[in-house]
């Protein structure tokens, strides 16, 4: 009972192909895994810099109220000191005393609005961030290639296919 030469080599190459096909199949689980789990932390590491950076912006915005409402106060209690010290004078409100209250008004206003020109610079400053997180998300993920058993198996069976024919050819000539 022998084997013929070329057949035994058309068997080894079907239970080679069926070895690399069980191989191929495992790495592409792997490798969809991997990516998964890439996609996975990307996805995590935005989210944990997005929230950092939303946290920066509330604690900007909650110490520009602070400054914004402690500049009022002084400049309310500048104002009633001014009034108070021109009543215990004796001194009418006049115009030089106006003058003084409208120069306090003026510089809590411009005050005020430096306050607010800076916390938008910051609030764009942040937004920019958050849109370059979005973006760094979007560049370390990668694109999801679930395996193909039937690619694998098609390709397995051209391997046999070839090598019998192959075999055949050389028989025949």
Excluded: H, W
């Excluded at 080599?9 to 895994?33: E, F, N, P, R, T």
């Amino acid at each position: 009972m022998c084997v013929e030469p070329t057949t035994a080599l058309v068997i080894g190459s079907a239970v080679s192909s069926g070895i690399q096909y069980q191989s191929g199949k495992a790495q592409q689980k792997a490798d969809y895994q991997a990516q998964k789990d890439r996609n996975r932390l990307a996805r995590e590491n935005a989210l944990q810099r997005y929230a950092s950076e939303q946290l920066k912006i509330r604690q900007v915005v909650d110490q520009n109220k602070a400054k914004g409402y402690e500049a009022s106060l002084r400049a309310r209690k500048a104002r009633a000191t001014a009034v108070t010290s021109a009543g215990e004078s004796g001194l009418a409100i006049s115009g030089s005393t106006e003058l003084l209250l409208g120069d306090y008004y003026r510089t809590e206003g411009n005050y005020k609005a430096s306050l607010a020109r800076n916390l938008k610079i910051n609030i764009d400053q942040f937004e920019r961030n958050l849109e370059a997180i979005e973006f760094g998300a979007e560049a370390q993920s990668t694109y999801e290639t679930p395996p193909n058993s039937a690619l694998l198996f098609a390709s397995s069976a051209l391997n046999v296919a070839n090598t019998y024919y192959g075999q055949k050819a050389m028989k025949d000539n």
